[in-house]
T-cell receptor
Framework: ELKVEQNPLFLSMQEGKNYTIYCNYS?????LYWYRQDPGKSLESLFV?????AVKQEGRLMASLDTKARLSTLHITAAVHDLSATYFC????????????FGEGTQLTVNP | GAGVSQSPRYKVTKRGQDVALRCDPI?????LYWYRQALGQGPEFLTY????????KSGLPNDRFSAERPEGSISTLTIQRTEQRDSAMYRC???????????FGPGTRLTVT
């Protein structure tokens, strides 16, 4: 059974600081997704990582994938309050466009 | 363009009643997925379709849950004889092709009393 673990689960940080969220998974896969969820809202797709070594950046967020280590990171640069949300990573276990297995989520709070 | 839509947005039902949750995917999207999300947790896979064919229903908790997508577009998730433990947010997602990023709908909040 595929397990996807994120850490930390809760992150409180100051504006302007940098931090990294980690996503470990337990089986071979080269498809990993990052989503953002605001309270009471749906999930918004942030990044799709489809191969080993993939790196994608959007604004203050950068995601990377190391399939050999079964690890993805979401790096936050110079955090701003608007980034406060819950971030989920999700792994496509079968790499065939089927089920996604989600991590527990990292609840990020950026304080002014 | 229009995103994934779901109806109803909120559903309160009494234990033992049947409910039907509807998902209207993004037009032209081949793949449609159902997930269930408990408060404070990530979504949990239920089932998915490519066109009208149900490809994987291994995430459905038991035989009270079923889903269909008869014309390859709109899908219905049906829960028979609802129980309190069925209370959750039910989310639908679609992707243009299998394996592409999944776009999520707003969800249906189901409460079983």
């Amino acid at each position: 059974e595929l397990k996807v673990e994120q850490n930390p689960l809760f992150l409180s940080m100051q504006e302007g600081k940098n931090y990294t969220i980690y996503c470990n998974y337990s089986t071979t896969s080269d498809r990993l997704y990052w989503y953002r969820q605001d309270p009471g809202k749906s999930l918004e797709s942030l990044f799709v990582l489809l191969s080993n070594g993939a790196v994608k950046q959007e604004g203050r967020l950068m995601a990377s994938l190391d399939t050999k280590a079964r690890l993805s990171t979401l790096h936050i640069t110079a955090a701003v309050h608007d980034l406060s949300a819950t971030y989920f990573c999700a792994v496509d276990e079968r790499a065939s466009g089927s089920r996604l297995t989600f991590g527990e989520g990292t609840q990020l709070t950026v304080n002014p | 363009g229009a995103g994934v839509s779901q109806s109803p947005r909120y559903k309160v039902t009494k234990r033992g009643q049947d409910v039907a949750l509807r998902c209207d995917p993004i037009s032209g999207h081949v793949s449609l997925y159902w997930y269930r999300q408990a408060l404070g947790q990530g979504p949990e896979f239920l089932t998915y379709f490519n066109y009208e064919a149900q490809q994987d229903k291994s995430g459905l908790p038991n035989d009270r849950f079923s889903a269909e997508r008869p014309e390859g577009s709109i899908s219905t998730l049906t829960i028979q004889r609802t129980e309190q433990r069925d209370s959750a947010m039910y989310r639908c997602a679609s992707s243009s092709i299998p394996g592409d990023e999944q776009y999520f709908g707003p969800g249906t909040r189901l409460t079983v009393t």
